[in-house]
């Protein structure tokens, strides 16, 4: 049952027929509850939300947040409970956002931080934070090439 009041941002099929590429669909309890983490923490660009959906940017990245409520007839409906931890064993890699800021932020906010801002030998430096759904988001930037 959607709960917008609004008239759509704009129309289901144009969007979607919009997309090119991978896109990334999250399915959260609240938008408004996600979006201060994905703004503060991940730096994104809210481009719409209501309180069924939400389209966020980060560079080139986007990605959509769709409320459990709007998921009513969707086959995925019946695994969601309460207690589920969402997305295990998915990465969201945010590739461009300083991970030692996200870091702060998120720890400021209260956030789980799975792993602090490090280097890693494949050639990042990435932290590991959950959103408020249980989301595992990786921000990361390149290291410098040493030679």
Not at 8 to 29: C, I
Not at 37 to 42: E, K, T
Request: one cysteine or more; charged letters at 25%; a negative charge.
């Amino acid at each position: 049952m959607k709960k917008a009041t609004e008239p759509a941002w704009m129309p289901a099929d144009e969007y979607g027929r919009s997309l090119t590429g991978l896109s990334v669909n999250l399915l959260v309890k609240d938008i408004g509850r996600s979006l201060p983490f994905m703004q503060q923490v991940l730096d994104a660009t809210v481009v719409h939300s209501d309180p069924d959906f939400a389209c966020l940017r980060f560079g080139q990245a986007e990605w959509l947040l769709h409320a459990d409520h709007t998921y009513h007839d969707h086959p995925l409906i019946g695994s969601l409970r309460e207690t589920d931890v969402r997305g295990i064993g998915a990465e969201m890699r945010l590739h461009g956002r300083d991970p030692d800021a996200a870091e702060q932020i998120a720890r400021e906010r209260g956030d789980i931080v799975l792993a602090g801002a490090m280097d890693k030998p494949h050639g990042l430096r990435e932290a590991y934070i959950l959103d408020p759904d249980g989301y595992i988001w990786v921000p990361d930037v390149p290291l410098e090439q040493t030679s």
